[in-house]
């Protein structure tokens, strides 16, 4: 009974909101936990919890050493699942509601500077096709933001580079239409035209950016390319395969772009998320203010 509750829970996550496999995993696993400690508690079904099961549950997470941001990833499966058997009339309350998240320090992204970024980009081998798909990758990645899962699983008819914009597919199935700017638009037209070309096993490959024997390149693959680069360019930052993109926010923050563009241009669903940005361009400001006013030491 219990495991063909979570296999439908899993189904809807998976058709109806549209999660990738990897949070569905993430999810599995929060909730094994918690069906154990049931089982341990000897609470016959998932059906029967209380709040103060849910509780009990954070509690003795939080004894085992489970750090505060685990512990809130597992609580909100919990409160997730139970939404849904709310919502098909399994349960008529949820009983995590009520039951609050642990409190933690939000981890700044770690970002390029400016020199840095430009660094970056230069160091792709403009004379080979791979070289020639890396910087259009680079260059797009920072030009719009995109996660890298969208990166590397963008197609052909997903851009347009006469006016100017890239039509994406983010978490959750949605949609959003992203500018692209000139450099980028430029270094993407001599990888269409003298690098795509060269890599391809099949004309009718749909994808944009094709890695070994013409199929789409992967996440592990793009990570191991930028953190090549990052090391030739002599960048001794810690990074992530996120990180232009989270320059990309940062210094259009810094410029003076609204946080609800930002917000739109990312994809996230909560401003809450975009605001993270603000915290690192109040960083950077009071840094230049230390560095510069003759009274800020």
Same mark, same amino acid.
């Given at each position: 009974?219990?495991?063909?509750?979570?296999?439908?829970?899993?189904?809807?996550?998976?058709?109806?909101?549209?999660?990738?496999?990897?949070?569905?995993?993430?999810?599995?696993?929060?909730?094994?936990?918690?069906?154990?400690?049931?089982?341990?508690? $000897?609470?016959?079904?998932?059906?029967?919890?209380?709040?103060?099961? !849910?509780?009990?549950?954070?509690?003795?997470?939080?004894?085992?050493?489970?750090?505060?941001?685990?512990?809130? @990833?597992?609580?909100?499966?919990?409160?997730?699942?139970?939404?849904?058997?709310?919502?098909?009339?399994?349960?008529?309350?949820?009983?995590?509601?009520? *039951? =609050?998240?642990?409190?933690? #320090?939000?981890?700044?992204?770690?970002?390029?500077?400016?020199?840095?970024?430009?660094?970056?980009?230069?160091?792709?081998?403009? *004379?080979?096709?791979? +070289?020639?798909?890396? $910087?259009?990758?680079?260059? /797009?990645?920072?030009?719009?933001?995109?996660? !890298?899962?969208?990166?590397? $699983? /963008?197609?052909?008819?997903?851009?347009?580079?006469?006016?100017?914009?890239?039509?994406?597919? &983010?978490? &959750? #199935?949605?949609?959003?239409? %992203?500018?692209?700017?000139?450099? #980028?638009?430029?270094?993407?037209?001599?990888?269409?035209? @003298?690098?795509?070309?060269?890599?391809?096993?099949?004309?009718?490959?749909?994808?944009?950016?094709?890695?070994?024997?013409?199929?789409?390149?992967?996440?592990?693959?793009?990570?191991?390319?930028?953190?090549?680069?990052? /090391?030739?360019? +002599? %960048?001794?930052?810690?990074?992530?395969?996120? =990180?232009?993109?989270?320059?990309?926010? =940062?210094?259009?923050?810094? @410029?003076?772009?609204? /946080?609800?563009?930002?917000?739109?241009?990312?994809?996230?669903?909560?401003?809450? *998320? *975009?605001?993270?940005?603000?915290? %690192?361009?109040? =960083?950077?400001?009071?840094?230049?203010?230390?560095?510069?006013?003759? @009274?800020?030491?």
């Amino acid at each position: 009974m219990e495991h063909e509750l979570i296999d439908e829970f899993y189904h809807f996550l998976l058709l109806e909101r549209g999660l990738s496999q990897h949070t569905i995993t993430a999810y599995a696993a929060d909730l094994n936990k918690f069906l154990c400690f049931l089982e341990e508690k $000897k609470i016959k079904s998932m059906l029967d919890v209380q709040p103060k099961d !849910v509780d009990s549950f954070m509690y003795w997470l939080d004894e085992n050493g489970l750090s505060p941001r685990s512990r809130a @990833r597992t609580l909100a499966a919990i409160k997730t699942f139970y939404r849904f058997l709310v919502f098909t009339k399994r349960l008529s309350t949820n009983p995590a509601i009520l *039951t =609050t998240s642990p409190r933690f #320090a939000k981890k700044l992204p770690q970002v390029l500077s400016l020199e840095e970024v430009e660094r970056l980009l230069k160091q792709p081998d403009l *004379t080979t096709p791979k +070289g020639l798909r890396d $910087k259009a990758m680079l260059e /797009l990645l920072y030009a719009t933001g995109l996660r !890298v899962s969208e990166l590397v $699983k /963008l197609e052909l008819n997903q851009l347009n580079l006469e006016t100017g914009y890239l039509i994406v597919r &983010g978490k &959750g #199935a949605k949609e959003r239409l %992203i500018p692209i700017g000139k450099t #980028a638009i430029g270094a993407l037209n001599v990888y269409l035209q @003298r690098g795509r070309p060269l890599l391809l096993h099949s004309p009718l490959n749909p994808y944009l950016f094709i890695g070994y024997k013409g199929k789409p390149l992967t996440r592990q693959g793009f990570w191991e390319i930028i953190k090549r680069y990052i /090391l030739k360019a +002599g %960048i001794k930052k810690s990074i992530s395969p996120h =990180t232009l993109r989270h320059s990309f926010a =940062t210094h259009l923050l810094e @410029r003076g772009a609204d /946080l609800r563009s930002v917000q739109v241009m990312l994809g996230h669903a909560s401003i809450t *998320t *975009t605001e993270i940005y603000t915290h %690192i361009t109040k =960083t950077h400001l009071k840094e230049i203010y230390v560095r510069y006013h003759p @009274r800020a030491k």
